[in-house]
């Protein structure tokens, strides 16, 4: 959160990987499916009083969720959904580590900056997607 206000890359978290979606492939995805997907999040944090209220992370698609510091940090509620993998992406500012979650649990932290003028996907895209797969096939 950068100065009270949510960020749309602070954590992600997936339900069970052992679901039959296609893989997530930095190009295999088509401009209207990474443009739905865009639009999607945008959708979700373009309004910071609404996402503040959010009981529970958004769901982005049916494997892939979005949600802050405080879904995170709520494993009875994560397990309730389904989540089993966690990927932080503002590790220096959500403090969550491997340590957080039960054995059965992915946890996977990018280091990246909670600004707006990060660039996170030219940054993280592939190694997200590399342990949205990984975790998904596992």
């Known amino acids: 959160m950068q100065d009270g206000h949510y960020q749309p890359h602070q954590v ?3 339900p069970s990987a052992r679901e ?3 893989p997530l492939r930095l190009g295999g995805l088509g401009v209207h499916e990474t ?3 865009v639009e999607r999040v945008y959708d979700i944090v373009k309004d910071s009083y609404r996402t503040e209220k959010l009981q529970k992370p958004s769901e982005l698609l049916p494997y892939l969720y979005l949600g802050d510091v405080g879904h995170a940090r709520n494993v009875p509620m994560l397990q309730a959904l ?3 993998m966690v990927l932080n992406c503002a590790p220096n500012m959500v ?3 491997r340590q957080t979650y039960p054995g059965d ?3 996977m932290a990018i280091n990246a900056e909670d600004t707006l ?4 996907l030219p940054n993280h895209l592939e190694e997200a997607c590399q ?3 990984k975790a998904r096939i596992s």
């Open 12 to 14: 992600a978290c997936m």
């Open 20 to 22: 039959t979606h296609p």
């Open 35 to 37: 443009q739905y997907w």
């Open 82 to 84: 389904g989540i089993s």
């Open 95 to 97: 403090n969550t580590s």
């Open 105 to 107: 649990f992915m946890y």
């Open 117 to 120: 003028e990060y660039k996170l």
């Open 131 to 133: 342990f949205i797969n």
